[in-house]
Each structure stands twice: as structure tokens, then as C-alpha cells.
């Protein structure tokens, strides 16, 4: 147990839907990344969130957004939802802003329908 | 930019085999690099990782890897693999100038055969 949590574990929703997706980081952790994993594109890092500012952003899509709260969980907001959007999403937290670990929670599983 | 290449995405051993799993990186500055591990249906845990210090990693579960700067690898090994190592394996590497995003190879999926 990597001590990050998200939920829910799996969705099911239909195309053109919104689904808004949670994780709670590790005690103490003040950065949180988000990562999708399809088989397609492999891991790929998202957005990173930093004591509730956005620190990084990576392959995400202009149809998805995230936001980090004061009490340091985050949420990942997919919008307008397409096939191709179905996928793993992870979340992990780290103390560092850099070089150090990242832990990861055990993914949502999203399917798009 | 930082990148890495996994080569082979699927490695078949013996159990009581070694275990090599190849990771190439390309970094601009000096790299911070990571094994992970992802069992099937279940996030990625932290298996070692690089940061600087001594170029021989240990991690757990008897795995360990060796920065080579010239060679710009950083690859898995483990003296005799156990049926549990079956999962996939992943490389990844961050640097400072693009600050602790993880830029992750395509993953090798490793068998152990009894």
C-alpha cells in the first residue's frame, strides 16, 4: 500500500460524458502528478500539481483539466468524453518537487462506451 | 528533453535464472532514474532509483541496477528470479529542467517459467 488513494477504481460512462476522478496523496506529499496509461501511448505524465498550483504540464488534453484543493487532494476533470479517452489513470504524490520518488495510487480504470 | 528506451517488451526466464531488463535513457543534464513495477491490475511500485549517488542501486526484492554514464544505461537485474518477479517492468527517468515529471519507457513484460 503506497499510502495514495483514488477513487472510484472503475467507470464506466458513455462518450460525450464528464467524469470527474479523485486522489488523495500521501501524508505530508505536496506534489501530485497525473499519469494515463492506454496501451496505444504507454504512461504518460499529465499534470503535475504542487501545494495547490499547477508546477507542470505534460500530454494533456485541452478536453481535460485537474485542480489540487488546501487540503492537498486533487481531482482530474475529463470532459466531452471519447473512445479513445478510455484508459488507466494514476495518480502519485511526492515530497519533493524533484528527483525524488514518486508513489503512485492504484489507478481508475476508465472505459468509455 | 529526456527519454528512454526498454529493450525487449518481453523477457522470458527460468525461475533461478538471471534477470536482465534493459533501460536506455537520453537526458540533456544529469538524470534521475527509476525502476518501477506494475503486478497485474495494481499501480506502479517503486523498485530503485538512481539520484546521484553511488551507480550501484539495490533496491527490494533482490533487484539492483547500475547507472552507466557512458553507456547512458540503466539496467534491472536480479540473480535468480522467483515465479512472483512476473509483472511489468518499467524505466523512467526525470531531470531538473523539467522538473519531477516521469518520462517512462514502453515497459518490458517479464515471464518466469518454472
Known amino acids: 500500500d503506497s499510502g495514495v488513494t483514488q477513487t472510484p477504481k472503475h467507470l464506466i460512462t458513455a462518450t460525450g460524458q464528464r467524469v470527474t476522478l479523485r486522489c488523495s496523496p500521501r501524508s505530508g506529499d505536496l506534489s501530485v502528478y497525473w499519469y494515463q496509461q492506454s496501451l496505444d501511448q504507454g504512461l504518460q505524465f499529465l499534470i503535475q500539481?504542487?501545494?495547490?498550483?499547477?508546477?507542470a504540464k505534460g500530454n494533456i488534453l485541452e478536453r481535460f483539466s485537474a485542480q489540487q484543493f488546501p487540503d492537498l487532494h486533487s481531482e482530474l476533470n475529463l470532459s466531452s468524453l471519447e473512445l479513445g479517452d478510455s484508459a488507466l489513470y494514476f495518480c502519485?504524490?511526492?515530497?519533493?518537487?524533484?528527483?525524488?520518488?514518486?508513489?503512485f495510487g492504484p489507478g481508475t480504470r476508465l472505459t468509455v462506451l | 528533453a529526456q527519454s528512454v528506451t526498454q529493450l525487449g517488451s518481453h523477457v522470458s526466464v527460468s525461475e533461478g535464472a538471471l534477470v536482465l531488463l534493459r533501460c536506455n535513457y537520453s537526458s540533456s543534464v544529469p538524470p534521475y532514474l527509476f525502476w518501477y513495477v506494475q503486478y497485474p491490475n495494481q499501480g506502479l511500485q517503486l523498485l530503485l532509483k538512481?539520484?546521484?549517488?553511488?551507480?550501484l542501486v539495490k533496491g527490494i526484492n533482490g533487484f539492483e541496477a547500475e547507472f552507466k554514464k557512458s553507456e547512458t544505461s540503466f539496467h534491472l537485474t536480479k540473480p535468480s528470479a522467483h515465479m512472483s518477479d512476473a509483472a511489468e517492468y518499467f524505466c523512467?527517468?526525470?531531470?531538473?529542467?523539467?522538473?519531477?515529471?516521469?518520462?517512462f519507457g514502453e515497459g518490458t513484460q517479464l515471464t518466469v517459467n518454472p
Open positions: 500539481y504542487y501545494n495547490g498550483e499547477e508546477r
Open positions: 538512481y539520484t546521484s549517488a553511488a551507480t
Open positions: 502519485a504524490s511526492s515530497r519533493l518537487t524533484s528527483g525524488g520518488e514518486q508513489f
Open positions: 523512467a527517468v526525470s531531470q531538473e529542467t523539467s522538473g519531477s515529471r516521469l518520462t
